[in-house]
């Protein structure tokens, strides 16, 4: 199976920067919809970001346009998170996921996360104020 594994959370001040890494191993991830996901306590799952491996397209939750700035590295199977301008209501657990084999369907469907077939396990952020 799939696996992605999570780095570079931690804790930062408001107004800080952290860049989160999703590696995928077992497979190459080409052809597929990278999507970040964040959830805090008591809160339901949110889109955040996401990315398709091949084309390049990008999609941004409108929380966070302007100043998180998804990408991906495909010669290191890795998707990057570069989050600036941190602010408190940004903590929480995040996650990244894959689509493989409905990939195509990533413009419409990266907020859900149903549509995600694999997931890391998480890599906490806080921000504080």
């Known amino acids: 199976q799939v696996q992605l594994v999570e780095s570079g959370g931690g804790s930062v001040q408001a107004g800080g920067s952290l860049r989160l890494s999703c590696a995928v191993l077992?497979?190459?991830?080409?052809?597929?919809?990278m999507g970040w996901f964040r959830q805090a306590p008591g809160k339901g799952r949110e889109g955040v970001a996401a990315i398709y491996t091949d084309g390049g397209s990008t999609y941004y939750a409108d929380s966070v346009k302007g100043r998180f700035t998804i990408s991906r590295d495909n010669g290191k199977n890795t998707v990057y998170l570069q989050m600036k301008g941190l602010k408190p209501e940004a903590t929480a657990m995040y996650s990244c996921?894959?689509?493989?084999?409905?990939?195509?369907?990533?413009?419409?469907?990266?907020?859900?996360?149903?549509?995600?077939?694999?997931w890391g396990q998480g890599t906490q952020v806080t921000v504080s104020s």
């Open positions: 077992s497979y190459t991830y080409s052809n597929s919809c």
């Open positions: 996921a894959t689509a493989y084999w409905r990939s195509y369907y990533c413009s419409t469907q990266w907020r859900i996360p149903s549509y995600f077939g694999y």
